[in-house]
């Protein structure tokens, strides 16, 4: 199964889950990470039963927590 991850076309065996995805690609925390697959967001709770199919997209959104404000 061909996929795009991240920007990147890759190759991966039928039936492939995005847990499998996620840990193929080493992502980091993969609790705190947003999922997308075809711009469309997937709850962490649903990632292991969402779908995939030949040609989707796959997108990992990694939020950073900011500062406190400016020191003066």
Do not use: C
């Not at 065996?13 to 995005?18: K, N, R, Y």
């Not at 469309?40 to 030949?54: N, R, T, Y």
């Amino acid at each position: 199964m061909k996929l795009i991850v991240s920007g990147e076309r890759k190759t991966y065996g039928e039936g492939v889950t995005l847990p499998e995805v996620m840990e193929a690609e080493q992502v980091e925390t993969p609790q705190y990470v947003t999922v997308t697959v075809n711009d469309e967001f997937v709850a962490q709770e649903d990632l292991a039963a969402q779908p995939l199919a030949d040609g989707d997209t796959v997108e990992f959104i990694y939020f950073m927590g900011g500062g406190g404000g400016w020191a003066h």
